[in-house]
């Protein structure tokens, strides 16, 4: 039997997958600065050359391996919203995808990764203020939970903190809910 003959496009975009996988996970585990092309070309089994001649820049590269980020809440119910961000959390306490990761260790060293997580958690400011009920400072009050969330995201899965490591996920949402949802809710 023989095996079915892959087309020039389909060999390129199989290379370019290969790059960018690898990529992904070197960025997710030394950040941008300490990330080389030489050493995502090695992981690739790739030539330095072909990376640059398909991406045409390491931060192009890094562009596109750290693109998905997720969307802003759409719940419109306080305590609805409340879960939807809760279970946003135990998504990512659960293991974020190499991208993200990538983006979240190099965001504090690099300029360019800092303003795409700006641009991202800027979206889901304003989708979550947006959906919280109209009150003083909605803008502000969302703010606070997004960052508080990635707070613990960042504590649990770059820090490794042993008392988020070895918490459940419930009980981690069941004990942050209140503030939250204090949040969440308009002040009386």
């Known amino acids: 039997m023989t095996t079915p003959h892959q087309s020039r496009a389909d060999r390129r975009r199989a290379t370019e997958a290969r790059i960018l996988a690898s990529a992904r996970e070197l960025f997710a585990e030394k950040g941008f600065d300490r990330t080389t092309i030489r050493a995502v070309a090695a992981a690739a089994s790739v030539d330095p050359a072909l990376v640059m001649q398909y991406f045409g820049s390491k931060r192009e590269l890094f562009s596109q391996a750290v693109q998905a980020f997720p969307a ?84 649990h899965q770059l820090l490794g903190l042993a008392a988020l490591r070895d918490a459940p996920t419930d009980h981690i949402a069941a004990l942050l809910r209140p503030a939250i949802k204090a949040l969440a809710d308009p002040p009386e």
């Open 72 to 155: 802003p809440p759409t719940a419109t119910d306080t305590d609805a919203l409340v879960d939807q961000l809760l279970a946003t959390l135990g998504l990512k306490l659960g293991g974020l995808p190499e991208g993200a990761l990538a983006m979240m260790r190099s965001m504090l060293t690099d300029p360019a990764a800092a303003d795409h997580v700006r641009v991202a958690l800027g979206r889901q400011i304003d989708g979550l203020g947006a959906a919280l009920p109209a009150a003083e400072d909605p803008e502000l009050r969302a703010a606070l939970a997004v960052t508080a969330l990635l707070g613990v995201t960042i504590g």
